[in-house]
């Protein structure tokens, strides 16, 4: 059985009507709540969620740039291949915008000095896997962490969110599992 695009988006239509209806949430509810459809990217239209898009480094700095949070490499480059270059590519987009988030309630300047670029460790909530980001110290960044989140030893700092906040010596290594309330 073969099915118009029109008969896929009545289709839909009737099922996301359905699960307002179980939700308990009214269509005016829901449009306000919606995304115009003209916005989604096709992943976002195909029902993948946003928060599990990956970026490339052109658009990490671009929402980085649009957000005031400045970024430096050692190497300055951007090879996500090369471990002195700074690189954001498939960088998480709830990690990007957790640290927009962070910068945003701190009222802290950030600048990251490092990304998914390898030569950091490995695991599933790596750098490379786009879950982490590395900032620089600052007397600022410092008081909003240890004075906002939750101690959990080791130098570690738990947000209300889950995000972990890892004190090393020169840096911030950060790990968002999600974006942190945005």
Same mark, same amino acid.
């Given at each position: 059985m073969r099915l118009t695009r029109r008969a896929v988006t009545g289709l839909l239509g009737t099922l996301a009507a359905a699960a307002l209806t179980l939700s308990g949430t009214t269509s005016a509810q829901a449009a306000q709540?919606?995304?115009a459809a003209t916005s989604q990217s096709p992943s976002q239209a195909a029902g993948s969620p946003q928060l599990l898009a990956k970026l490339t480094h052109a658009q990490a700095t671009a929402k980085f740039r649009a957000a005031g949070i400045t970024w *430096? +490499? +050692? /190497? /300055?480059?951007s090879d996500r291949n090369n471990p002195t270059c700074t690189s954001f590519d498939g960088l998480r987009s709830a990690t990007a915008d957790g640290a927009i988030t962070l910068k945003r309630a701190s009222g802290c300047a950030v600048r990251? *000095? /490092?990304g998914t670029e390898t030569g950091h460790a490995s695991g599933t909530y790596s750098h490379w896997n786009g879950y982490k980001l590395d900032m620089s110290l600052s007397s600022c960044l *410092?008081?909003?962490i240890t004075g906002t989140f939750t101690s959990i030893g080791g130098s570690k700092w738990k947000s209300a969110s889950g995000n972990i906040y890892y004190r090393e010596s020169n840096h911030w290594d950060v790990t968002y599992y999600n974006c942190g309330g945005c």
């Open positions: 709540m919606a995304p *430096t +490499s +050692s /190497g /300055g480059c990251l *000095t /490092g *410092t008081n909003y």
